[in-house]
């Protein structure tokens, strides 16, 4: 055999498509689709050439309510790397005209609505009027594409998710809702820390329990950060007063104040735990410079994935196919 034998190149993953034709909520995505999606996002990583036209002549209508720079730029991205184009709007969704109406004029002419938005109902809103998929950028409940790319950030560092703990220390916010609802599923057992008063919505709580039972992993709620942390392969945190919430931030901060991830926290899980956030962080609240900047911290693999990941959520939903 000649010695210049290229390396087999393994063939690109089935696409399959979203039985729910939806992504409004972390629920909307199956066990077997997030698998093939984490499969997709890592080939589409390596190999993003083979998928350089997969989407061409499908546009997309981003909305935010809120502020964004990975959101709104890897889904800009996303698109025009699959050979797309996307339109944005920045503002509030709803108040010039209703949403029913935004969502019958944008499904004429885009082939998805991504939304970024205070209230989970809009989201759900635009799902309903306007008959095309609606993809969740970031509710008040639920932020699916942030735990899509964290999912496969870990896959990639850990070679695996099957038997991973990750504890999450901070507000039982959208992301921690997220994380619980869908690293469950993937073989991930999930604990948080938050401060009283600041629990995750006890509905969602409950869902991700029977999710987790269902996938033989574990959702553990305490107030004590040390107790979660221990034995965790990952310490995940966000910023203590979200998006909306920045009113609250002078008392949060005195409630959040123990739940900071520093170095001495982190020593209390695995040796080889990684640090994850989703970002932006507020160094010197959430957590520190130092475990940011530390050679623990996979938060810039967490940010890339967001854009091969999201590529393969769009390929998934346009193009995909159930055979
Ligand atoms: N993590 C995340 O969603 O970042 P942006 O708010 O910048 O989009
Ligand atoms: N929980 C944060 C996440 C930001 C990406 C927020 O909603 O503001």
Same mark, same amino acid.
């Given at each position: !055999?000649?010695?210049?034998?290229?390396?087999?190149?393994?063939?690109?993953?089935?696409?399959?498509?979203?039985?729910?034709?939806? !992504?409004?909520?972390?629920?909307?995505?199956?066990?077997?689709?997030?698998?093939?999606?984490?499969?997709?996002?890592?080939?589409?990583?390596?190999?993003?050439?083979?998928?350089?036209?997969?989407?061409?002549?499908?546009?997309?209508?981003?909305?935010?309510?809120?502020?964004?720079?990975?959101?709104?730029?890897?889904?800009?991205?996303?698109?025009?790397?699959?050979?797309? /184009?996307?339109?944005?709007?920045?503002?509030?969704?709803?108040?010039?005209?209703?949403?029913?109406?935004?969502?019958?004029?944008?499904?004429?002419?885009?082939?998805?609505?991504?939304?970024?938005?205070?209230?989970?109902?809009?989201?759900?809103?635009?799902?309903?009027?306007?008959?095309?998929?609606?993809?969740?950028?970031?509710?008040?409940?639920?932020?699916?594409?942030?735990?899509?790319?964290?999912?496969?950030?870990?896959?990639?560092?850990?070679?695996?998710?099957? /038997?991973?703990?990750?504890?999450?220390? /901070?507000?039982?916010?959208?992301?921690?809702?997220?994380?619980?609802?869908?690293?469950?599923?993937?073989?991930?057992?999930?604990?948080?820390?938050?401060?009283?008063?600041?629990?995750?919505?006890?509905?969602?709580?409950?869902?991700?329990?029977?999710?987790?039972?269902?996938?033989?992993?574990?959702?553990?709620?305490?107030?004590?950060?040390?107790?979660?942390?221990? /034995?965790? $392969?990952?310490?995940?945190?966000?910023?203590?007063?979200? !998006?909306?919430?920045?009113?609250?931030?002078?008392?949060?901060?005195?409630?959040?104040?123990?739940?900071?991830?520093?170095?001495?926290?982190?020593?209390?899980?695995?040796?080889?735990?990684?640090?994850?956030?989703?970002?932006?962080?507020?160094?010197?609240?959430?957590?520190? $410079?130092?475990?940011?900047?530390?050679?623990?911290?996979?938060?810039?693999?967490?940010?890339?994935?967001?854009?091969?990941?999201?590529?393969?959520?769009?390929?998934?939903?346009?193009?995909?196919?159930?055979?």
């Amino acid at each position: !055999m000649p010695s210049n034998t290229a390396r087999k190149i393994a063939e690109p993953p089935p696409v399959l498509s979203l039985a729910s034709g939806q !992504m409004r909520k972390d629920q909307d995505i199956s066990v077997r689709e997030l698998r093939s999606m984490l499969d997709l996002a890592h080939d589409m990583k390596e190999h993003p050439e083979r998928y350089a036209a997969a989407l061409r002549g499908r546009y997309l209508a981003l909305l935010f309510e809120k502020p964004s720079l990975r959101t709104r730029l890897t889904f800009e991205l996303s698109i025009q790397q699959l050979g797309g /184009g996307a339109v944005t709007t920045v503002g509030p969704i709803g108040e010039r005209e209703p949403v029913k109406d935004v969502a019958r004029n944008l499904a004429r002419w885009v082939n998805c609505i991504v939304a970024r938005t205070f209230a989970q109902q809009t989201v759900d809103d635009l799902a309903e009027w306007s008959g095309v998929p609606v993809v969740n950028a970031l509710s008040d409940l639920y932020h699916p594409c942030q735990i899509f790319a964290d999912a496969a950030a870990l896959e990639r560092h850990f070679g695996r998710l099957a /038997g991973l703990k990750l504890a999450f220390v /901070g507000d039982g916010n959208n992301v921690a809702h997220s994380l619980m609802l869908t690293l469950t599923r993937l073989g991930v057992s999930f604990a948080i820390a938050n401060p009283a008063g600041y629990d995750p919505n006890p509905a969602i709580v409950a869902e991700a329990r029977k999710l987790a039972t269902a996938h033989g992993t574990k959702v553990t709620l305490t107030h004590d950060p040390e107790e979660a942390v221990r /034995g965790s $392969d990952a310490v995940y945190t966000d910023v203590w007063a979200s !998006m909306g919430q920045e009113h609250e931030a002078f008392e949060r901060n005195l409630h959040f104040e123990p739940y900071r991830v520093n170095e001495a926290l982190m020593h209390k899980a695995k040796k080889n735990a990684v640090f994850m956030h989703c970002l932006p962080a507020k160094r010197g609240q959430e957590t520190t $410079d130092g475990v940011m900047e530390s050679k623990h911290s996979i938060v810039f693999d967490q940010a890339e994935y967001r854009l091969h990941a999201q590529k393969a959520l769009l390929l998934m939903l346009l193009e995909g196919s159930n055979s």
